[in-house]
């Protein structure tokens, strides 16, 4: 999901997230990711995943 006017001002985005250009990850994202990682359970061991699973059950944000 892509909030709109985001390849407006990112044209040549590639869909990744590895660098921080101001992507918009929408809650309904935010929930998928936190999905996929709790499908891991050994990640349960890294607190900076925990922290990053309970940033993303808030809901939608944007990468800078």
């Known amino acids: 999901t892509v909030c709109g006017g985001l390849y407006e001002v990112l044209p040549d985005w590639d869909g990744s997230y590895f660098y921080n250009e101001g ?10 990711i936190v999905s996929a990682l709790e ?26």
């Open 23 to 32: 992507q918009w990850i929408e809650a309904e994202d935010a929930a998928n």
């Open 39 to 64: 499908r891991e359970p050994k990640l349960f061991n890294n607190l900076d995943i925990k922290n990053f699973i309970n940033f993303c059950r808030k809901g939608a944000f944007k990468i800078w």
